[in-house]
């Protein structure tokens, strides 16, 4: 390939100095050949930091040496690693989406999956930009896995060929993602949600079926999306309106994958673009659509806890939510069920409490939405939120939490 010298991949593996932080690819970027080798080459290593975000691999890179030869620290928990992260053995860092390029503000080592170069020589980053791109521009050593599968996408996904160190062949595409099917209870709250966003907005949302069913509801609607990540669903919208998409990460289908090469509808970006305050706030409308594990009666957020245990990340919730706030015309929204567990745990509690965490304060949530409607809470007194609340629990759960209420009241 013109302009690109290839590397045996134990060989980029050896060139990483023992005891260097290494950031690893996030989101549906997978560089196998890489990963292969590593855990054959593990055993050189003593006291290598490795770190990444969400990844939707199976997370091969932890096959052997863990603990052992390497140690490994998130930022966003993957369900392969929550026992792991339970048990100890790895470790989660609570980290902002936009705050991860000054967290490691030069990294060691920084491994990527790229594409094939484009007309100007560059390679793209495809699918998984984000936090990566800056990351990569700051490294001591890049290490990037080519391969075919990678799309080459617009907006700013590129890096020179000149700043990679070691080129690696690789076969493996992204790996492929597919979200949940849309139920009942996900298409109420996309309905409530729906009536909350204004012609003309900028809206970001996540991945799952809330986000899905929304999509559906706004397919007649003039929007366009900023967000963090994109999914198959708004793959229909572009396909079926005149919106466009700016995202740090494509998360999908095979199909998906392919729509984005080099179509100007879709533009990755570095997550100063994506997540950065100074971008959301000169948006006009930026509606910011977030779920949650649980809300507590004051507008409290926990998306990162269940019972002591860490199942998620900060993510990019924050940084929109408070992207929305400075925004003219912007709205924050936390949507979520009203109910856990089969409906044997309500999901508006009286309280976060001491087994889990504030994701997002109080005063950033303007909305809450679950199957039962529409909670304000946006200038509302924390009696008032508490009323507006409970109105939205499931019916089982709010004679409790009233009376709760009541007493904190009292």
């Not at 939707?56 to 690693?81: E, M, Q």
């Not at 304000?376 to 924390?382: A, D, I, P, T, V």
Request: hydrophobic letters at 40%; one cysteine or more; aromatic letters at 6%.
């Amino acid at each position: 390939m013109k302009g690109i010298r290839f590397s045996d991949a134990s060989a980029a593996v050896r060139s990483i100095p023992d005891g260097s932080s290494v950031i690893l690819p996030q989101g549906c970027a997978e560089p196998a050949a890489f990963y292969e080798a590593f855990s054959a080459e593990v055993d050189r290593f003593h006291k290598l930091r490795l770190f990444s975000g969400l990844q939707f691999g199976d997370y091969a890179f932890l096959d052997r040496g863990l603990s052992r030869n390497f140690t490994y620290t998130t930022w966003h928990v993957g369900a392969p690693v929550r026992k792991l992260i339970n048990e100890g053995r790895c470790a989660y860092l609570p980290l902002r989406y936009a705050d991860i390029p000054r967290r490691f503000d030069r990294p060691d080592v920084v491994v990527l999956q790229v594409s094939p170069p484009g007309p100007a020589g560059d390679v793209s980053l495809g699918i998984s930009v984000g936090a990566t791109r800056q990351l990569a521009m700051n490294a001591g050593l890049v290490i990037a896995e080519l391969s075919e599968g990678m799309p080459f996408t617009c907006g700013e996904s590129t890096l020179p060929i000149g700043s990679i160190d070691y080129f690696i062949e690789g076969d493996s595409p992204p790996v492929a993602h597919a979200n949940r099917p849309v139920d009942d209870v996900s298409s109420k709250i996309a309905t409530f949600v729906s009536e909350l966003i204004p012609d003309g907005a900028y809206l970001q949302l996540g991945i799952g079926a809330v986000p899905d069913a929304l999509i559906d509801q706004i397919m007649d609607r003039d929007i366009n999306i900023h967000s963090g990540m994109i999914t198959d669903q708004v793959m229909k919208l572009l396909e079926t309106t005149s919106a466009k998409a700016v995202t740090a990460e494509v998360i999908g289908s095979e199909t998906l994958f392919r729509y984005v090469s080099k179509n100007p509808a879709v533009e990755v970006v570095p997550s100063n673009r994506s997540h950065g305050l100074r971008t959301l706030a000169a948006l006009s409308r930026f509606i910011a659509v977030n779920s949650a594990l649980e809300v507590d009666l004051s507008g409290q957020v926990n998306s990162e806890m269940i019972n002591g245990v860490t199942v998620a990340g900060v993510g990019g919730s924050l940084d929109f939510m408070l992207g929305a706030s400075l925004s003219r015309g912007g709205k924050s929204i936390i949507a979520l069920p009203s109910t856990a567990n089969g409906r044997k745990q309500s999901r508006i509690v009286p309280f976060i409490n001491s087994s889990a965490v504030v994701t997002i304060p109080r005063h950033c949530v303007d909305f809450v939405v679950t199957e039962y409607g529409v909670a304000k809470l946006h200038g509302k007194s924390l009696p008032e939120r508490a009323r507006a609340l409970t109105a939205i629990a499931h019916p089982v759960f709010r004679e409790r939490l009233a009376k709760t209420e009541l007493t904190q009241r009292s």
